[in-house]
């Protein structure tokens, strides 16, 4: 059975850092991009960032450049993203996913999801 299992969510106030974590199990992610996704309520689910497994390759969300920081380790099959100086907006559930296919920024292509934790920022 495969399974994502993101982990390191929590309340943190404006201006504060998060690591989140993600855990694939399952099968094996060799050759597959990771990304990480949000969703906040009544709005559409957003990019995040993503790194294809060679590490070359590492695209950003606008509204995160600069700030966040995707990371992978191939050998502990593990995803992160460390994000610093959050921002109110940045509230949302944060999904980690796993994608064979080439278009690492559009959340269509992931076959793969967790099922999310939750990134509070407070003002």
């Known amino acids: 059975q495969v399974q994502l299992v993101e982990s390191g969510g929590g309340l943190v106030q404006d201006g504060g850092s998060l690591r989140l974590s993600c855990a694939a199990s399952?099968?094996?992610?060799?050759?597959?991009?990771m990304g990480w996704f949000r969703q906040a309520p009544g709005k559409e689910r957003e990019f995040v960032a993503a790194i294809s497994w060679s590490h070359v390759t590492i695209y950003y969300g606008e509204s995160v450049k600069g700030r966040f920081t995707i990371s992978r380790d191939n050998a502990k099959n593990t995803v992160a993203l460390q994000m610093n100086s959050l921002k109110p907006e940045d509230t949302a559930l944060y999904y980690c996913?796993?994608?064979?296919?080439?278009?690492?920024?559009?959340?269509?292509?992931?076959?793969?999801w967790g099922q999310g934790t939750q990134v509070t920022v407070s003002s």
């Open positions: 996913a796993a994608t064979g296919g080439a278009r690492m920024s559009d959340w269509r292509g992931y076959g793969y």
């Open positions: 399952g099968r094996s992610f060799s050759g597959y991009a």
